[in-house]
């Protein structure tokens, strides 16, 4: 079956997952994190692409990304992936790949899904009972969205600006946003997307985004049809493995 074709457009957040190779680690102690976090940085500036959100867990990485270029996000990927598969393997002696297969992506419709993304990207850790609250994670962009410490990977969106005039109102309001989890319905479409490669956002979102592209959109709306029972590996995005 050939593979799904990559919707790549200038401007637009995407988000972004990629997992260890059979749902194996790809990070294995604190360096770790802080290389790939490294070469994050280096690579969103090498290739225009804007950082919104991101968590590194043990087995897999969320981002959501604001390319400048189409193909800003793949040159994004492929310069981490190089970078960092060289450095785990000669850290660990190992050889062969690190990730399993293609990263998966999504485009999202800002006003209606960007801050529920970067919950969605931020809370995996709670979701993972790993912490009880987001800000106790080291490893993602919540501390910095949401308490004020200092990332210089990130680039916030506009809608994150217009959360408030000022950075201490802004990131009260941000953490508001965080009292409750994620509605069934909310996580099943991000979670769709992503596995189909397909736009987050409405139908017309949708329509537009794949008519910008040519190809054909599939008409089932994001989302999960009643009845239809959760795989075990889509009811949490991390189960074993956590610091």
């Known amino acids: 079956m050939p593979r799904r074709p990559r919707i790549k ?67 994004l990927m492929q310069a981490i992936g190089r970078r960092y598969v ?35 990207i931020e ?16 490893w993602s962009s919540y501390r910095h969205n949401g308490l004020g410490q200092a990332d210089r990977r990130i680039t916030p969106h506009p809608l994150y600006l217009a959360l408030d005039q000022d950075g201490p109102g802004r990131h009260i309001a941000y953490r508001a946003l965080f009292r409750s989890q994620l509605d069934d319905e909310a996580l099943a479409d991000i979670r769709l997307a992503l596995s189909q490669g397909r736009p987050l956002g409405s139908d017309r979102f949708s329509d537009k985004v794949c008519a910008a592209v040519g190809i054909r959109r599939m ?25």
């Open 9 to 75: 457009l200038a401007g637009l957040p995407q988000h972004i997952v990629q997992r260890g190779i059979n749902r194996e680690p790809c990070f294995f102690a604190e360096e770790d994190c802080h290389s790939y976090l490294h070469w994050l940085e280096k690579a969103a500036a090498d290739w225009h692409c804007a950082i919104h959100a991101y968590v590194l867990m043990t087995n897999h990485v969320h981002l959501l990304v604001t390319p400048e270029t189409e193909t800003g996000t793949a040159k």
């Open 123 to 138: 809370l995996n850790p709670v979701r993972a009972d790993m912490v009880q609250d987001p800000g106790q994670y080291r």
């Open 86 to 120: 060289q450095y785990i393997n000669r850290s660990y002696k190992r050889t062969g790949s690190l990730w399993e297969g293609r990263y998966k992506s999504s485009l999202v419709q800002e006003d209606a899904y960007l801050l529920t993304c970067m919950r969605y």
């Open 219 to 243: 008409q089932s709306k994001p989302g999960r049809p009643t009845g239809k029972p959760v795989r075990s590996d889509e009811s949490k995005d991390q189960v074993d493995f956590g610091f």
